[in-house]
């Protein structure tokens, strides 16, 4: 008669044993997530994709907008684009699907809500960029939509995908240009597509980062896709899926920003 009682005891003693761990834990996260280490008046701009329009933008934005202000910070997401959309030696390309442009004088985020479909927008080039915000660091998210081409195409576009991401990097670094570091979030894991094409993209970024000595952050390595729960489409993040990938790029970013405070 007694033994269920105190079983019951046990249980709701063990449960508050772990629900103090997961706290301390959060309260770790949390202490990372708000304390950003970059001291001095760097500018970032960050150039993204869909997955910057959607949830995860929105966490990386605030971030950095609470963390840094707004005259240090410039935020481009454009739905569909990939490196070469950014450059201005390639045709301008118009995104149908999204676009988030933060910056002192704008404030855009236009995305599929409530039946409304996104306006078309241009999406800018680096060119621009570099010459409107005179940046320091910049962080990059591209690569996802080249799993489509990488998918349609086979492994005969990995040549041509090399150069394109080349040219990025050369664009984002001329010599003499503001860019002192570059952080490059690869893409999170996808269930729609299949291990290669997503190592290929992986590959890809990672080859030029080191090339360019571009700092890079494994999305792959702290994601992973549950269709229902992560996102319905398998690609794209909902904000439940997006949070806690955003906290560790967060983490991650924190270490780069330290870097370049003790290089500068």
């Known amino acids: ?18 629900l103090a761990t997961l706290c301390g834990s959060c309260a770790t996260l949390d202490r990372s997530y708000s304390s950003p280490v970059l001291g001095r008046s760097a500018k970032v701009l960050v150039i993204g994709d869909s997955l910057t329009c959607g949830p995860f933008g929105d966490h ?11 005259s ?5 997401g454009s739905c569909g684009s990939s490196p070469e959309s950014w450059l201005a ?48 660091i910049v962080i990059v998210q591209l690569g996802t939509n080249h799993f489509d081409s990488l998918l349609r195409d086979g492994k005969d576009e990995i040549p041509k995908l090399a150069r394109i991401y080349e040219n990025f990097a050369s664009a984002l670094t001329p010599r003499g240009g503001p860019v002192r570091m570059v952080v490059w979030i690869t ?44 996102g319905s489409d398998g690609v794209h993040y909902n904000d439940a899926g997006a949070a806690p990938w955003a906290a560790q790029v967060i983490r991650r970013l924190n270490a780069s920003f330290a870097k370049y405070q003790v290089k500068n």
């Open 1 to 18: 008669m007694n033994r269920r009682p105190r079983s019951i005891k046990h249980l709701s003693l063990a449960l508050a044993s772990l």
């Open 60 to 70: 990386l934005e605030s971030w950095l907008l609470q963390n840094l202000g707004t």
């Open 72 to 76: 240090r910070v410039a935020v481009y």
């Open 89 to 136: 030696a390639e045709k301008d390309f118009i995104s149908p699907c999204g676009y988030r442009e933060t910056t002192t004088q704008t404030h855009i985020t236009d995305k599929h809500e409530r039946g409304r479909r996104p306006a078309p927008a241009r999406t800018p080039k680096i060119e621009e960029l570099l010459a409107k915000h005179r940046p320091q």
């Open 187 to 230: 893409p999170p894991d996808s269930s729609k597509f299949p291990k290669w094409v997503m190592d290929a993209v992986d590959n890809l970024i990672t080859s030029t980062n080191r090339r360019h000595s571009f700092g890079t952050i494994y999305s792959r390595a702290i994601t992973h896709y549950k269709p229902g729960v992560t």
